[in-house]
């Protein structure tokens, strides 16, 4: 149980069976009468927000989280994504819902990281950045060498990215998982 002076910006909490964490706090002392803690809170598990005012004498309770590391296996088609425990080897399946634009990014063995809410997967969380091939681009034009001129590009899942223009075809790239973004080129192509 955490205590009303405990709630900060960023603090996860249990509120009616669900978890919440903080988003925004403000803290009040009127001249009479005990404090007042304002707090905008975001649901973890389906992103509606929530504005609570707690009292100084006020508990909240803490949310049973647990955060995993477990190894992508496979995506069974379309219904759940397959994650295993390196350790005990238990298979988790997560939902699509979860997993979201993520699954352009994810590979083979790759190690995640998944939050789970009372055993049930709420959250996953990749690698900050992968590298994946350009299958389709088209070629950069010579003497087009405006800043910051970009074009589409499609890596081996169909996931498009806006690249720089001396990006080819077959190139190897560097992409943000979190924002789903070109970073660099990491090793030119073979094609």
Same mark, same amino acid.
């Given at each position: ?10 603090? %996860? ?9 903080? &988003?925004?706090? #403000? ?10 803690? /304002? ?45 295993? #425990? ?12 979860? &997993? ?6 994810? #590979?083979?063995?790759?190690?995640? %990281? ?21 299958? #389709?681009?088209?070629?950069?034009? /010579? ?5 910051? &001129?970009?074009?589409?590009? %499609? ?18 790239? /560097? ?11 990491? %090793?030119?192509?073979?094609?």
């Amino acid at each position: 149980m955490y205590a009303a002076a405990d709630l900060r910006k960023g603090l %996860k909490v249990e509120i009616e069976g669900e978890p919440y964490v903080v &988003v925004d706090f #403000d803290f009040c002392k009127p001249g009479k009468g005990q404090a007042l803690y /304002r707090c905008k809170m975001k649901s973890m598990i389906t992103g509606s927000t929530l504005d609570r005012t707690f009292r100084s004498a006020d508990s909240i309770d803490r949310p049973n989280l647990e955060e995993r590391e477990m190894t992508y296996s496979y995506d069974d088609g379309g219904q759940a994504f397959i994650f295993s #425990d390196s350790e005990s080897y238990e298979e988790v399946r997560v939902p699509p819902e979860i &997993v979201g634009d993520m699954k352009y990014f994810l #590979d083979d063995n790759m190690a995640c %990281k998944i939050l789970f809410h009372s055993e049930k997967p709420i959250e996953l969380t990749l690698p900050c950045f992968v590298e994946k091939q350009v299958m #389709d681009c088209e070629p950069g034009v /010579r003497g087009d060498t405006a800043t910051n &001129v970009t074009k589409p590009a %499609k890596i081996a899942n169909g996931y498009e990215i806006r690249v720089p223009l001396f990006v080819n075809l077959g190139d190897i790239v /560097r992409i943000d998982t979190r924002t789903g973004t070109y970073v660099e080129r990491v %090793k030119k192509g073979s094609f």
